[in-house]
């Protein structure tokens, strides 16, 4: 099932990046007491309780517009909350409450989510106490007081925010229907292709790069076979930002990514591979979703008998870790090739899926350490008793080995290729964990 996504909503330097760094466990977010130092809004996977889930550290305030800093807060704190399935409403007891906190309190009052209140800078709680008893103004709930930068209180927090996590048992593993992500930066056609795909202009197509703010679920069937596209609000470069809730789109796209079995970015072939891109396709290939690589407006290029074979040059060397996404030239004008983009989807969505017996993995295996011998180190060899495959979507491989520090990376990609030579796995990320076993 999905992981659960969090944001961390709040005004400017009540220490939302700190307690990001807490949370997560390591300092990757840029920490420092001028407001709007936060500028990318940054997410990483966080664990509590044996749940995982998706923290999203919502940036401050951007120098560079004129608008009000309620405004700024305001569209923030809109963007995050529309796609996190827990807000976490960061207030400074040291500051009190400030305008920009009722602001933001009376949004979250009225969306229909689950937020929790918590006070940072709580340093000494119980010569802080009083002063926490301030912010029940706000009607959220009960404030959690915490100190971010002292790790203090952050148990407490993390508990009430697990409260609204979804049982571990519900899901949506019993949809048999294909659902599909459609991502991309701004212009690329995400919305034509879905209307192109749909027969019909059910989604508002414009040349106006950011048209689509919202993901929108669209259900389709075709050959018997039930689809749920997901068309996200695309990405734009930083420098093009001028609209802060722009910046939060790649919420969106994340949580659209989140939900998909098979993500489908779109490349404008006008443009050629961007940094956004890239970024792009690396949220599908991170959070282990099959993948197609659709090069859109391929009607508009002149063309030679090696345009396509060098345009896939490119891509694979901008996008080299992700080598299994087949690639597919279209045009969502036209509809060149999106009825062989649906066979993709099928064929891609199936590999992902696919469930490998034990006894055929390890027939495999045997053969490839025959034909390629382990790694070893200060003469002691590598050995790999038996692999197993423990689940799909992705495919994910467990090595039972001697000695897990003997196997190398390089060798890990060796055996990966000789599984895609026998399985296929098109499409498809296919992960590997390595286990320490006794000696049989």
């Not at 979250?108 to 119980?126: I, S």
């Not at 979703?289 to 694979?316: C, G, H, P, Q, Y």
């Not at 060149?336 to 055929?360: C, P």
Request: a negative charge; aromatic letters at 8%; hydrophobic letters at 40%.
């Amino acid at each position: 099932m999905a992981k659960p996504i969090v944001a961390i909503v709040g005004r400017p330097n009540v220490g939302k990046s700190t307690l990001f760094n807490r949370i997560v466990g390591q300092r990757v977010a840029i920490v420092d007491d001028t407001p709007g130092v936060t500028r990318d809004r940054l997410y990483a996977d966080a664990e509590w309780l044996n749940r995982e889930f998706t923290l999203i550290d919502t940036g401050g305030l951007d120098p560079d517009t004129d608008d009000l800093i309620t405004k700024h807060i305001f569209r923030q704190a809109e963007a995050a909350i529309e796609s996190a399935d827990v807000v976490i409403f960061l207030t400074d007891i040291k500051a009190g409450i400030m305008d920009a906190d009722r602001e933001v309190a009376d949004m979250l009052r009225r969306a229909r989510k689950n937020v929790v209140l918590v006070v940072n800078k709580v340093d000494v709680p119980t010569k802080e106490n009083n002063e926490l008893y301030e912010f029940y103004e706000l009607g959220i709930g009960d404030p959690i007081p915490i100190s971010a930068g002292q790790a203090l209180g952050l148990g407490d927090m993390l508990d009430e925010i697990a409260k609204h996590f979804p049982d571990s048992e519900e899901g949506d593993d019993d949809d048999e229907r294909i659902k599909v992500a459609i991502v991309g930066k701004p212009n690329v056609g995400k919305s034509s292709l879905i209307n192109k795909i749909l027969g019909e202009e059910r989604l508002i197509v414009s040349n106006i790069p950011g048209t689509t703010r919202d993901a929108v679920d669209t259900f389709f069937t075709r050959d018997g076979r039930d689809f749920l596209f997901i068309d996200t609000a695309g990405l734009r470069r930083k420098s093009k930002i001028k609209e802060n809730i722009e910046k939060y789109s790649i919420i969106r796209t994340l949580a659209a990514v989140e939900r998909c079995d098979v993500c489908v970015l779109l490349i404008d072939a006008d443009e050629g591979i961007t940094e956004q891109d890239t970024k792009v396709a690396g949220i599908a290939h991170e959070r282990g979703r099959a993948a197609i690589i659709a090069v859109n407006k391929w009607d508009k290029i002149e063309k030679s008998d090696k345009t396509m074979r060098e345009f896939t040059a490119k891509l694979e060397t901008e996008l080299k870790y992700m080598p299994y996404a087949p690639k597919l030239f279209i045009s969502a004008l036209t509809g060149q090739r999106v009825n062989k983009l649906f066979e993709l989807v099928h064929t891609v969505y199936q590999n992902h899926a696919l469930r490998v017996a034990t006894g055929v993995l390890n027939d495999v295996i045997l053969e490839a350490t025959a034909m390629h011998s382990p790694p070893t180190d200060k003469g002691k060899a590598l050995r790999i008793y038996y692999a197993t495959q423990v689940s799909v979507k992705p495919p994910t491989f467990v090595l039972f080995v001697n000695d897990s520090k003997l196997m190398h990376f390089s060798y890990t990609r060796y055996l990966e290729n000789k599984i895609r030579e026998a399985f296929g796995f098109d499409g498809t990320p296919v992960h590997f964990i390595t286990r320490d076993k006794k000696e049989p």
